[in-house]
T-cell receptor, first 114, second 113 residues
């Protein structure tokens, strides 16, 4: 069956540009997570949705980062006025149940800010 | 401070040799424990998980892990490594009262022919 998909797979942005990263979770999955993975590091939690409700956004590094999931399925992570330190792979994961006991990860979007 | 530690950044083993990747965590209570594998350009794939019960858990691709409460460890093992196992391996914990994973920094496995 279809897994978690993310688009685009690669994104190059000039510093100061806004970007939008899309995540299509597995159909029917209630929970959705975003992670940021810097080069050579493990993924770090950004934010969590249960259906359309954003229950935890404590990992978002600044107010330039914004995530939404308006209909409880597809999610978009938006980064405004990108900075070089935003360069990373952004991973999306979904989970069937509430909470994140078994998360299925997408391939990620590699963002490079020049 | 709460943390997940994978002390080995890189490990090289010969094909057919045994493998052990180390993971230690530092949390107040026993969290849920996971191992994921990430191949280049791929997402994270779950190898195995521990919630409770038998401390030796079996996973996919012939991997197993053992939870040792006294050592706060959850080491990943495989008796005979295959060239296709070359990848990066991440240990992760889930605090069940919170919906967050905390990942270690990863161990990159190279397999020599």
């Amino acid at each position: 069956g279809a897994g978690v998909s993310q688009s685009p797979r690669y994104k190059v942005a000039k510093r100061g540009q806004d970007v939008a990263l899309r995540c299509d979770p597995i159909s029917g999955h209630v929970s959705l997570f975003w992670y940021q993975q810097a080069l050579g590091q493990g993924p770090e939690f950004l934010t969590y949705f249960q259906n359309e409700a954003q229950l935890d956004k404590s990992g978002l590094p600044s107010d330039r980062f914004f995530a939404e999931r308006p209909e409880g399925s597809v999610s978009t992570l938006k980064i405004q006025r990108t900075q070089q330190e935003d360069s990373a792979v952004y991973l999306c994961a979904s989970s069937l149940a509430t909470g994140g006991y078994e998360q299925y990860f997408g391939p990620g979007t590699r963002l490079t800010v020049t | 401070a709460q943390s997940v530690t994978q002390p080995d950044i890189h490990i090289t083993v010969s094909e057919g040799a045994s493998l052990e990747l180390r993971c230690n965590y530092s949390y107040g209570a026993t969290p849920y424990l996971f191992w994921y594998v990430q191949s280049p350009g791929q997402g994270l794939q779950l190898l195995l998980k521990y919630f409770s019960g038998d401390t030796l858990v079996q996973g996919i691709k012939g991997f197993e892990a053992e939870f040792k409460r006294s050592q706060s460890s959850f080491n990943l093992r495989k008796p005979s490594v295959h060239w296709s196992d070359a990848a990066e391996y991440f240990c992760a914990v889930l605090l069940y009262n919170f919906n967050k994973f905390y990942f270690g920094s990863g161990t990159k496995l190279n397999v020599k022919p």
